[in-house]
């Protein structure tokens, strides 16, 4: 099992779903070991981000990266559908070259991403491709209920349950298991979308939260449930999406995992807390290759993965 890049440059440009600013975003190979590094090209010098799980510095609504300059905060804003792409696809190293702060929501979901990457192409490198292995269980909580956890397990899988006091989730499954490969995740939660209330729409946007939202790149729910007139691609798509924003927000860890993750009620804070908890406690996972033998995490061909 090597490690991957692109084979080729790729530019996609869109609206950010928080801050509605314009950006267009190049997709850029690059060598081994180099991991994923976003980098602020609009700015001189450029700012760059090496993946990290110390770099999510802010998580409400979304996974934001940032860099302290000086007296100056540099961010990139909701990173988590393009980063659970990369995940699905098995991408080690990447350029992500982004001309604003915030990476273009698409449709809300993480199939656009993958499009790119596949029209791209995937390039398989002369080095083997790293693996995080989960060797004893972490668990983190939140005072809301919120559960968050590691445990050992010989692949990758992902447990998640949500709970939501609306009538749009009593006709959904609030809970879902994901055995973590390239083709389940494109068939499983690749194209679930993320949602939010439109109640909350007035507060969110004084916050200067939600100003690129709308129902062509999100779920809108009012009190009687899903506002879009073409209703849910799938009927438990919220879980499907909670579980998309998991394998994004843990592959900010570096590396594909090896283990079982479970969360309930889990957001991208607690994600990242689990993370943070796990890097810090050295027994608890190491770093392993597959180079004689087939990894327990399974992805698709270097060629067209879909």
């Keep these: ?122 390039e398989l490198q002369d080095a083997p491709k790293k693996f995080i292995r989960i060797k004893k269980p972490v668990k983190v909580t939140n005072n809301k209920g919120g559960v968050a956890q590691f445990e050992p397990y010989d692949g990758y899988r992902l447990n998640f349950s949500i709970e939501f006091d ?42 200067n939260l939600g100003l690129g939202a709308g129902l062509h790149n999100a779920i809108g729910l009012d009190e009687n449930g899903v506002v879009n007139q073409e209703g849910l691609r799938d009927k438990d798509e919220f879980v499907r999406h909670k579980i998309l924003d998991a394998v994004g927000d843990l592959f900010m860890a570096g590396h594909a995992i090896i283990g079982e993750f479970t969360a309930h009620k889990s957001g991208h804070a607690l994600n990242n807390q689990l993370l943070r908890a796990l890097i810090a406690d050295p027994e608890a996972y190491e770093v392993v290759t597959f180079e004689n033998e087939e990894p327990p995490v399974q992805y698709g061909s270097s060629k067209i993965l879909l």
């Design 166 to 207: 609306h009538p749009a989730f009593d006709q959904t499954a609030e809970k879902m298991t994901l055995s973590f490969s390239s083709t389940a995740y494109f068939k499983e939660v690749s194209r679930a979308r993320t949602f939010g209330f439109m109640k909350d729409m007035e507060k969110l946007r004084a916050q």
């Design 1 to 122: 099992m090597k490690q991957r890049t692109l084979a080729n440059s790729i530019k996609a440009k869109g609206v950010g779903l928080h801050t509605g600013h314009k950006s267009v975003m190049t997709l850029r190979p690059a060598p081994v070991n180099t991991g994923v590094v976003f980098r602020r090209v609009d700015l001189d010098p450029v700012v760059e981000f090496p993946v990290s799980p110390e770099l999510v510095k802010e998580t409400t609504l979304c996974t934001t990266i940032v860099q302290e300059q000086q007296d100056k905060s540099i961010k990139i804003a909701t990173i988590e559908h393009l980063m659970s792409a990369l995940a699905g696809v098995g991408i080690d190293n990447l350029y992500i070259d982004i001309t604003a702060d915030e990476v273009p929501i698409m449709d809300g979901s993480a199939s656009h991403f993958i499009f790119l990457l596949q029209s791209a192409g995937v």
